[in-house]
């Protein structure tokens, strides 16, 4: 409730911006299982709840890092498919 003459706050978007970025790579994330072994996705799944526990962490306090963090969490997704294909052989 806010007092008399004051403005109550006005709610930021940026935070449900990068939260639908972070959860919508989990689909990608998951879905690396048809080029990558178990143990792969277990590590790129791992990887995807480590930035999903930061997004819901920055919430409030950086609003504004979610977005950064959702344009970033390609990344490691890509390095780790990448490296895979590159050195373990990891192919559809």
Same mark, same amino acid.
């Given at each position: ?8 706050? &006005? #709610?930021?978007? @940026? ?7 972070? !959860? *919508? ?5 998951? &879905?690396?299982?048809? #080029?990558?072994?178990? @143990?792969?996705?277990?590590?790129? #799944?791992?990887?995807?709840? #480590? ?6 962490? @920055? @919430? ?6 979610? !977005?950064?963090? *959702? &344009? ?6 890509? *390095? !780790? !498919? ?11």
């Amino acid at each position: 409730m806010t007092r008399p003459g004051r403005r109550p706050r &006005a #709610v930021e978007p @940026w935070p449900f911006v990068g939260m639908i970025g972070v !959860v *919508a790579m989990f689909f990608p994330y998951a &879905a690396s299982g048809l #080029v990558a072994p178990w @143990w792969g996705v277990a590590l790129l #799944v791992t990887v995807w709840l #480590v930035l999903f526990v930061l997004a819901c962490r @920055w @919430w409030t306090p950086h609003p504004k890092r979610l !977005v950064v963090l *959702a &344009a970033l969490s390609p990344v490691p997704l890509f *390095a !780790v !498919v990448a490296a895979g294909g590159a050195w373990w052989g990891w192919s559809a």
